[in-house]
Every structure is written in structure tokens, then in C-alpha cells.
Nanobody, 123 residues
Framework: QLQLVESGGGLVQPGGSLRLSCAAS????????IGWFRQAPGKEREAVSC????????NYADSVKGRFTISRDNAKNTAYLQMNSLKPEDTAVYYC????????????????WGQGTQVTVSS
């Protein structure tokens, strides 16, 4: 079964940090761009970050630039999203997705999606 599984979400205070993981099973991530997206209650899904298959290219939404870092370990078939200086407005369900296209934020370009992990930033 081909799937992506996110983990690492939880409740954190403003200013805190979390690291999300995105593990693939049933296929290799070696040739896939990985994207992270999020959806807050009552809002549309939005792009957060993406990383190319070779990690050469990364991209970040303006709202997270300087606070979040995307990375991957192809040997572990896993991608990560390190989130620092978290704010209440970062509260959302975070999804990872895999695309055979270059780093992009087009939902339809992503073939595989995880089930999401909840991140709540609150005091």
C-alpha cells in the first residue's frame, strides 16, 4: 500500500517548536518533490513549503519564512518540517504530499497525500 504518514503534531505554546515527520511506505521518495500544506478550521488549504527530490531547491510561504525549515532524508524515506517560533495562527492540520513535478504549490500536481497531523499553538 502506497501511503504517506505524518507525525509529530501536538499542542505547543506560542514561541515553541515542533518537528513534523512525513514517512513514506510502499514507494521511494527519492524522485519526489515533497510539499507541506496546512488547513485551519474554516479556511482553505494553503501551501507551507516544498523541497525538491535532491534537496537542492526549497521554497517557503511568506507566513513561515525564517521560522520553518523543510528537509528530507531519502535514506530514511522521510521528510521533515521543523517549526520554530510558532504562533497561534500556525494552528492547523498539516499535510505532506509527494509530487513527481518540481517544487510547486499546485495541489493537483501531488499524487500522494498523508492523512494530516494536528498542530495547535495556544497558551
Amino acid at each position: 500500500q502506497l501511503q504517506l504518514v505524518e507525525s509529530g503534531g501536538g499542542l505547543v505554546q506560542p514561541g515553541g517548536s515542533l518537528r513534523l515527520s512525513c514517512a513514506a511506505s510502499g514507494f521511494s521518495l527519492d524522485y519526489y518533490t515533497i510539499g507541506w500544506f496546512r488547513q485551519a478550521p474554516g479556511k482553505e488549504r494553503e501551501a507551507v513549503s516544498c523541497i525538491s527530490s535532491s534537496s537542492v531547491r526549497t521554497n517557503y510561504a511568506d507566513s513561515v519564512k525564517g521560522r520553518f525549515t523543510i528537509s528530507r532524508d531519502n535514506a530514511k524515506n522521510t521528510a521533515y518540517l521543523q517549526m520554530n517560533s510558532l504562533k497561534p495562527e500556525d494552528t492547523a492540520v498539516y499535510y505532506c504530499a509527494a509530487s513527481l513535478r518540481p517544487c510547486n504549490y499546485l495541489f493537483y500536481e501531488y499524487s500522494y497525500w498523508g492523512q494530516g497531523t494536528q498542530v495547535t499553538v495556544s497558551s
